[in-house]
Nanobody, 125 residues
Framework: QVQLVESGGGLVQAGGSLRLSCAAS????????MGWYRQTPGKQRELVAS???????NYKDSVKGRFTISRDNAKNTVYLQMNSLKPEDTAVYYC???????????????????WGQGTQVTVSS
């Protein structure tokens, strides 16, 4: 009922910038929080940044001051502006939606999070 589609990954040199986008589609009534996670081979997926519907944000310490998360509630879309990228930022980035209420004959409060398919970000040194 709910799908997340990411875009904007790619290859960039150290010091460069990329902007990730994630659009949630479906009969969505509201989404409490949206965020970006990343994962590298052999490691657990980690939170990069999150934002609530009210605009409160949370960042991983290593990206503070370089990454900015923003959100368009009307479009159910979340963005991640990544500046001053470093090789250690290389990972697959996943979009996440938490606390989704959607309509399918009646309103449902989804108990599970939704995830995008992932987009590769590669930062060369």
């Amino acid at each position: 009922q709910v799908q997340l589609v990411e875009s904007g990954g790619g290859l960039v040199q150290a010091g460069g910038s990329l902007r990730l986008s994630c659009a949630a589609s479906g009969s969505i009534f509201s989404i409490n929080a949206m965020g970006w996670y990343r994962q590298t081979p052999g490691k657990q997926r980690e939170l990069v940044a999150s934002i609530t519907s009210g605009g409160s944000t949370n960042y991983k310490d290593s990206v503070k001051g370089r990454f900015t998360i923003s959100r368009d509630n009307a479009k159910n879309t979340v963005y991640l502006q990544m500046n001053s990228l470093k090789p250690e930022d290389t990972a697959v980035y996943y979009c996440n939606a938490h606390g989704v209420i959607y309509y399918s004959g009646r309103f449902y409060d989804a108990s599970d999070d939704y995830w995008g398919q992932g987009t590769q970000v590669t930062v060369s040194s």
